[in-house]
């Protein structure tokens, strides 16, 4: 069975003014972790491998991608981070100064919680269901380049976890996760680079 490596992207300027979503570039941390993400790939699956690479489309993740010399990424929109809606580009301090009913709704049931004009964790298990079926296909390794809550639910798929769990998985940013089916069940290794 092949490894599925998966990642978020590095460190970016929203991530470091703690804003929620949006579509910034990444830091100068987490271009920095994309070179040694890059020297690492490269590293393990040399010119003549076979190894698949997806991102999202958002910027942040394909500027992680970058760095990699011997694979081209692809790009799904299925890959984007959960839409926050109204709640888009703000911080969870404002969230819940302004908002503190949503805010409460959201810590009360986060995986059910749909943000207003944007999504909850129910719906990207759904918006994920083709990436499943498409992961389970393909037979190279694959790196997935995303986002906290889109690996959450991943994660939570290949662990065969109850989804009301996912929300509150840690996936941390500069960490790359290799997890490898077994017949029973999946190892996980946790590589921090
Ligand atoms: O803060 C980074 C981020 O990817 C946000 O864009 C996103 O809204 C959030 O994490 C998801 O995590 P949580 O569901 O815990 O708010």
């Not at 394909?62 to 790009?75: D, G």
């Not at 009360?108 to 269901?129: C, F, H, I, T, V």
């Not at 995303?146 to 991943?154: D, N, P, T, W």
């Not at 769990?165 to 996980?188: D, I, N």
Request: with cysteine; proline share 7%; net charge positive.
């Amino acid at each position: 069975p092949k490894p599925i490596w998966v990642t978020r992207h590095g460190e970016s300027e929203f991530n470091v003014r703690e804003l929620i979503g949006g579509d910034s570039s990444l830091s100068s941390r987490g271009v920095a972790y994309a070179r040694r993400l890059g020297a690492y790939m490269d590293k393990h699956y040399p010119p003549g491998t076979p190894l698949t690479v997806w991102t999202s489309t958002l910027r942040r993740t394909q500027q992680t991608a970058s760095f990699l010399k011997f694979h081209r990424p692809i790009a799904w929109r299925n890959l984007d981070e959960i839409d926050a809606g109204i709640c888009d580009g703000r911080t969870y301090e404002w969230i819940a100064k302004h908002m503190p009913k949503e805010y409460e709704a959201r810590k009360n049931d986060k995986y059910r919680y749909r943000y207003p004009q944007g999504e909850s964790y129910q719906d990207l298990a759904q918006r994920l269901e083709p990436i499943m079926l498409e992961l389970e296909r393909i037979d190279t390794p694959i790196l997935i380049i995303a986002h906290q809550a889109i690996l959450r639910v991943i994660l939570g798929y290949l662990h065969d976890k109850d989804p009301q769990q996912c929300p509150s998985l840690s996936v941390p940013l500069h960490t790359l996760t290799q997890v490898t089916p077994k017949a029973y069940g999946v190892e996980e290794v946790r590589i921090s680079l």
